[in-house]
C-alpha cells in the first residue's frame, strides 16, 4: 500500500462536481474518524478544462494523475462542448488518462442493495442480493485493431474495417485480474467469448484456461459464449461470480448487468493497471454514469455511484476493504431508511436532494462506527 495515500480528484463536468463534494465529506470524516489521512489535491478534466485552457486534459494535470496513487472521476461532457473538434471534445480528456494510466482492466460491479430489488426491470427474487463482477478489458480488441478505417472500391462501394486483435500477454493480464478478484470473492470465473466463430476468441480461451491451470487451479473457471451470456445475465444473473470478457463483450455485457440494478445513478466503476513491485495497482475511479446535464446544478443528483467508486478506490487501489465495506453498509442503510433521489425514486419513500442524501450517509457512517 502506498504510504502517503495521493488522491488525485477531478470532479468535470455537470453533476461530476457536486457527486464528488459527496465524497470529500466522507474523505473528511475519514480523517476525523479514524485517522485515515489523504494526500488529495484536485483539478479539470473535460469541458471545465477546455473552458480554462482550452484543452480537455493540460498535461500538467495528466502528470498529476500519473504521479497520483489513485484518481477520482467524475464526468464529462455536456451541451457547451457539443460543437467542438473530435479531439478536444469533453470526452477525450478521459480517453487519454486511462491510455497513459495504461489501465487495461475495467471492473464493472453490478449489485443490488436488497432495498432496491423493487427497482429493477427484472423480477425481484431473480435480483436481490446480486452481485457480478465483469472484468472488461479496456485497451485492446477490436476498439484499437489494425487495420481499421473505411475505403472506397473500385466499383464506387465503400468498404468498413475494423480487426480484433489479442496476445497472449494481453489476455493474461486482464484474465489475472479476473482470478485475484475472485479469490477474494465467491472463487468462481467465467470467461466469456465467441470461440466457436472466432479465432481471436478461441485464443482467449486457451489462454484463460492455460493460466488459470499453471497459476489458479483453486479458482473455478467456465466459459461462455457470449451471445449465451447475455442471455443467461437477463435470465438467472445471480449464477455469475466474475465474468472477464473482451473489450467489445465487455462493453455490451456490463451495460446489460447494469441495467439489472435498476439505475445509472447507483453504479461505480474501476480502470486498473499493472501492480508495482509491491502489489499496487495505480487505477481511475469514476461512476457509470455521464454529466447529467439536464440535472446539473440542481442538487437533485443520485451521489450513491460516485460515492461507491471511492470505495472501491479504497479497495482496490489502497487495499482497506474494511473502510469499503463501511461506505458499502452506510448506503445500504440509506437506502433501507427510505431515502430516495429522483431518479431511484419510489412509490411512498422520501424524495431527498443531493445533499440530503450525503447527510443521511454520513449519519449512517457516524452511527456504524459507534
Ligand atoms: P448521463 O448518464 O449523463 O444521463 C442519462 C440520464 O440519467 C439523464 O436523464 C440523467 O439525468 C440521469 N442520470 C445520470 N446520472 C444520474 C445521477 N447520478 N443521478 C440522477 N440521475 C442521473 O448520459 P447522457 O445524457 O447520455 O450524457 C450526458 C453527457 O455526459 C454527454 O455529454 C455525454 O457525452 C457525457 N457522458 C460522460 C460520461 C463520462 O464522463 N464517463 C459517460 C457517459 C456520458
Redesign the pocket.
Known sequence: MAANKKLLVLP?????PE?TRQVMRVVDWFDKHRALRFDVSDGLV??AAYDAHRVPLTDETLADALSADAVL???????D??DLPFEL???RG?LRLRKEMQLYANLRPAMVFPAMAEASSLKPDLVRGLDIMIVRELTGGIYFGEPRGIEELPDGTRRGVNTQVYTTPEIQRVARVAFELAKKRDNRVCSVEKSNVMESGQLWREEVQALRDAEYPEVELSHMYADNCAMQLVRQPKQFDVIVTDNLFGDLLSDAAAMLTG????LPSASIGDPDESGFRRGLY???????????GQD???????LLSFAMLLRYSFDLGEEAALIEQAAENVLASGMR????MQPGLAKVS?TVMGDSLLRELDKLAT
Open positions: 468535470g463536468d455537470g453533476i461530476g457527486a473535460g469541458g472521476f467524475g464526468a464529462v461532457g455536456g451541451p462542448w457539443d471534445r469533453p470526452e478521459l439505475s445509472l445513478g447507483m469514476e461512476p457509470v454514469h455521464g454529466s447529467a446535464p439536464d440535472i446539473a437533485q443528483a443520485n451521489p450513491m455511484a460516485m433521489t429522483a431518479d431511484i443531493t
